[in-house]
């Protein structure tokens, strides 16, 4: 899994850093950093739902082998 952010869509609603904190920090005024850009499979399920619950769907998940 690697996590891809499109910072033009990205408002700093924060609901990712609220999903998955270890993953995603929301500074105020800007786009997301992703702190961990392939996480482990222990991280997929909170990753899955900051994806899920972004309003502006700016976080998207790649399939990596």
Not at 38 to 52: I, S, W
């Amino acid at each position: 899994m690697k996590i891809a952010v499109d910072a033009d869509l990205c408002q700093g609603h924060a609901m990712c850093e609220v999903e998955a904190p270890e993953v995603f920090r929301a500074p105020s005024g800007g786009p997301v950093d992703v702190l961990i850009a392939e996480p482990g499979p222990d991280l997929h399920d909170a990753v899955t739902a900051a994806v899920k619950y972004c309003p502006t769907r700016a976080l998207s998940i790649e399939e990596t082998a």
